[in-house]
């Protein structure tokens, strides 16, 4: 097995788990924290700091002693940043949901603070910085483009990019006093605001009907490119954009940029002298560097984070509790025997980055794992040892990958003994995620795509009953930017031998997701909306037999229902972010098992009688043997 980065025999670190009742705080499974973007700063006296923006501070390091400062954002705003610059004088930009940022990692200090437009939610989302030290910046969903000008402390809206395309990832400045914009995700556009007239032009458009991205690329020779997708294959076609308009060039022609890396781990300019940096992160708690000379040094990172949110758990089928971390992916496990509690890192799964594995479903020794970002399937052998190397015998092994389910939500194992299905959002700009059947034992995957399934729609639930009938919920919501058409959620019956859709109904009126479903007996399906509506469906009847508000415990979290067992018998668990739940059998009333310490943020698995649960980055553990804690004995 891989060397862990983290291997404790209790866990918390040899800590005794802290105790609430019949609740227990197990740990942080993963207490690292994401690079969300970085920039070089450099003043003029030669001196340069490294700046990594993650979520809720930044980290100022000195290349030259290795000394770290971390600065926290003014306010508490602990949401992502998404990308960063630096600017002439060596200040650094960034933002973080409402407010961009400006520090003087010098000092240190934040030395500017800037609301984003009414209505927006999130700042930053792409920066460009002009020689005279005016910088710009967009916004998300809106798509503003606003001027930040540190020299007065001042900000303001220039103009909206565009009313539908809500991604404005990348901007550049042209030596022609133009900013120009690369815009996404229903389709795909290259603009450019003219700062003297304050005219916005369309320079290019890719077709209507594609969902997809352009870009721009600064330069270091401050001359200005475009990249415009030409095709669903990734392909594209590049331009140079200035005075002329844009005009075709080869990639071969496009010049160096500003920036290095990519999505949002990018890098805005680079260390001086001949020296290269090669790795900011945050995760792996060091940053490398290549001299001028060819050596590499690497710098510690000091930093206090709040560990890494969790992701959706699962109880496999050896008895141990797996998961991962969200931002960065750290795949992690608990031995509940042993109560040991690993962090295995991010090398662990193949291509896992920044994203999350999070619907879990097993046949067999194999645990089948969904991941984000771009609807990667895993494999993971229970039964044999883990396996990093390349190849047919890595273990997990990454069979798989469609943005027809660019974020799954859920997965379910069908009762044949061999496939396993699984359903989530699309990539961005589309609206209606597919439906994916793994086949476990040949390692392949068939994609059914929404239109067979239920069109414009994803499907986030699953429950597949004994006799094999397959169910699945749906969401009208479009998380990748996409724009939605569909009125309320569905829900929906596939015949298993034909994989055909035979029938789609609404279970419940207005609502926009049918979020969680679990199988129960005798044809009874159990459910949850968005809306923390709980419902019980009667396939055998095909009408909802019972419905319940349960919104005064919580909100939902994913994968908040499960059915189990308890001495033999089915059992439903219910997770709702402050209340543990289950179901009289006799009148299908939800009632309530306990109310929680910490706010349930992900859920939920059952092992060796004992229920986990993740809030945010915590792991905790409820014991239903506890004395005193009541429980249903059947459902």
């Known amino acids: 097995m891989p060397k862990a980065m983290s291997n404790t025999d209790k866990a918390g670190g040899g800590k005794i788990p802290e105790r609430m009742g019949a609740f227990e705080r197990i740990g942080v499974p993963a207490d690292v924290d994401e690079s969300r973007s970085a920039a070089v700063c450099r003043r003029d006296d030669g001196a340069e700091r490294i700046v990594?923006?993650?979520?809720?501070?930044?980290?100022?390091?000195?290349?030259?002693?290795?000394?770290?400062?971390?600065?926290?954002f003014p306010g508490g705003e602990g949401q992502y940043p998404f990308a960063s610059a630096s600017d002439p004088r060596g200040w650094f930009y960034t933002g973080a949901g409402r407010y961009f940022?400006?520090?003087?990692?010098?000092?240190?200090?934040?030395?500017?603070?800037?609301?984003?437009?009414?209505?927006?939610?999130?700042?930053?989302?792409?920066?460009?910085?002009?020689?005279?030290?005016?910088?710009?910046?967009?916004?998300?969903?809106?798509?503003?483009?606003?001027?930040?000008?540190?020299?007065?402390?001042?900000?303001?809206?220039?103009?909206?990019?565009?009313?539908?395309?809500?991604?404005?990832?990348?901007?550049?400045?042209?030596?022609d006093g133009k900013i120009y914009a690369g815009l996404g995700t229903t389709s795909s556009a290259i603009v450019c605001f003219h700062e003297e007239t304050g005219e916005l032009e369309i320079l290019l458009e890719g077709p209507p009907d594609m969902p997809g991205s352009a870009a721009v690329l600064q330069g270091c020779n401050s001359s200005v490119y475009g990249w415009l997708p030409s095709g669903e294959n990734g392909d594209g076609r590049w331009y140079r954009l200035g005075e002329h308009g844009a005009e075709p060039v080869s990639a071969e022609e496009v010049g160096p940029s500003l920036y290095k890396g990519a999505g949002y781990n990018k890098l805005h300019l680079d260390l001086d002298g001949g020296r290269t940096l090669l790795k900011w992160q945050l995760s792996d708690r060091q940053v490398v560097i290549m001299e001028a000379d060819g050596s590499l040094s690497r710098i510690p990172l000091s930093y206090k984070g709040g560990g890494t949110s969790l992701s959706p758990l699962y109880g496999g089928p050896d008895g141990i509790l797996y998961g991962t971390s969200n931002h960065p992916l750290h795949l992690f496990t608990y031995d509940t025997t042993a109560g040991r509690l690993t962090d295995w890192g991010g090398d662990i799964v193949e291509r896992g980055g920044g994203g999350n594995i999070a619907a879990y479903a097993a046949q067999g020794n194999i645990i089948v794992g969904a991941a984000y970002a771009g609807g990667m399937v895993h494999l993971l052998d229970t039964a044999?040892?883990?396996?990093?190397?390349?190849?047919?015998?890595?273990?997990?092994?990454?069979?798989?990958?469609?943005?027809?389910?660019?974020?799954p939500r859920c997965a379910a194992a069908h009762p044949d003994g061999r496939h396993v299905l699984y359903g989530g959002f699309p990539g961005y700009g589309a609206a209606g995620?597919?439906?994916?059947?793994?086949?476990?034992?040949?390692?392949?995957?068939?994609?059914?795509?929404?239109?067979?399934?239920?069109?414009?729609?994803s499907t986030i639930s699953l429950a597949a009953l004994p006799d094999g009938r397959v169910f699945g919920g749906t969401s009208i919501e479009t998380p990748g930017g996409g724009i939605s058409k569909a009125g309320e959620a569905a829900m929906y019956e596939l015949s298993w031998p034909d994989r055909k859709v035979i029938r789609r109904w609404v279970p419940i009126q207005g609502a926009k997701e049918i979020a969680q479903l679990a199988p129960g007996v005798n044809g009874v399906l159990y459910g949850l909306t968005s809306e923390s509506i709980f419902f019980v469906y009667d396939a055998d009847l095909q009408q909802v037999v019972h419905r319940s508000d349960l919104s005064s415990w919580g909100r939902i979290v994913r994968q908040g229902l499960l059915m189990t067992e308890r001495e033999g018998r089915p059992f439903l668990l219910g997770l709702l972010s402050r209340a543990l739940f289950t179901v009289n059998p006799v009148n299908m009333q939800p009632e309530l098992l306990d109310r929680l310490p910490a706010e349930a943020t992900s859920g939920i698995a059952c092992l060796n009688?004992?229920?986990?649960?993740?809030?945010?980055?915590?792991?905790?553990?409820?014991?239903?043997?506890?004395e005193g804690n009541y429980f249903y004995e059947s459902v």
């Open 433 to 457: 995620g597919g439906l994916g059947i793994v086949d476990v034992q040949a390692g392949q995957v068939e994609m059914l795509e929404h239109q067979e399934i239920v069109s414009g729609q």
């Open 101 to 175: 940022y400006i520090v003087d990692p010098f000092t240190p200090a934040f030395v500017g603070q800037h609301r984003i437009p009414e209505g927006e939610e999130e700042a930053g989302f792409a920066f460009a910085v002009k020689g005279d030290g005016r910088v710009y910046a967009t916004t998300y969903p809106g798509s503003y483009l606003v001027e930040l000008d540190a020299s007065s402390d001042s900000s303001c809206t220039l103009c909206r990019l565009d009313s539908e395309r809500k991604y404005a990832m990348t901007l550049a400045c042209g030596s």
């Open 52 to 72: 990594i923006a993650a979520r809720g501070y930044v980290l100022i390091v000195d290349p030259e002693t290795g000394s770290c400062s971390q600065l926290y």
């Open 609 to 626: 009688g004992d229920v986990y649960f993740g809030s945010f980055a915590e792991l905790w553990r409820y014991r239903l043997e506890e």
């Open 384 to 407: 044999k040892d883990w396996n990093t190397e390349e190849g047919p015998c890595r273990n997990p092994r990454l069979i798989y990958e469609n943005a027809a389910v660019h974020r």
